[in-house]
Every structure is written in C-alpha cells, then in structure tokens.
C-alpha cells in the first residue's frame, strides 16, 4: 500500500519495515527501563529510611554526634558524599545522553523512501 507525504510517494520495503521495528523496540525498552528506574529509586530510598531508623534505635544518639565530630570520620564522610556526587552525575549524564540519543533515533522524521510524484 502506498502513501504520499510531502510530495513523496511512499513505497514500503522491508528496510523501512525493520526501521519501524526496531523504533518500537528502542521506545518501549525506554520505558521498561524508566519504569525499572523508578521502581529501584523507590527501593532505596525505603532500605535507607529502614537504615536510617535502624541507627536511631541502635546507637546512642550523644556517640553518634561525639563520633561525626572527630575529623578523621568526618571527613571520610564528606569524601565519600563527594563520591557519590561525582557517580550521581556521570551516570545522569549518560542516562540523558543515551534518552536524547533513543529519542532522536525514535522520533526524527526522515524523508521517506520513494519516488517524487509529480505536483498538479
């Protein structure tokens, strides 16, 4: 079945056929894995709620202020929140470079394979 766009006759192929397939793919693996995404984000931030409380009940609350005092563990601390940070943004940065890259990929309109139809 053929179809006109933009002045283009369209004639399917089996490449066009395996193009659309393959963009159906990659839109719902990227949403497959957000949803993953979301639902490990909800993870952690329950086990660290959990871990959090956990520490309140276990360890004396004047131990843990006198202990995040001393220097040596607090900066330990503060190297390690850096680290995460660091982590945190290399893998943002890729997380959006490859959605931009998929979404390019999925959502760009390519001028269509076919012959010119002649305009009236």
Known sequence: MN????????TPTGLEDVI???RALARTTRSLTEEAGHVAERELAMAITISEQLRDNVLNKEGLERARAEKLPAKLRQDAHRMVDLFADVAAVAFATTVRFVENFTDERRPPVGRKTSSA
Not at 4 to 10: D, H, M, V, Y
């Open 3 to 10: 179809t006109t766009t933009a002045g283009f006759e369209e």
């Open 20 to 22: 659309r397939s393959v």
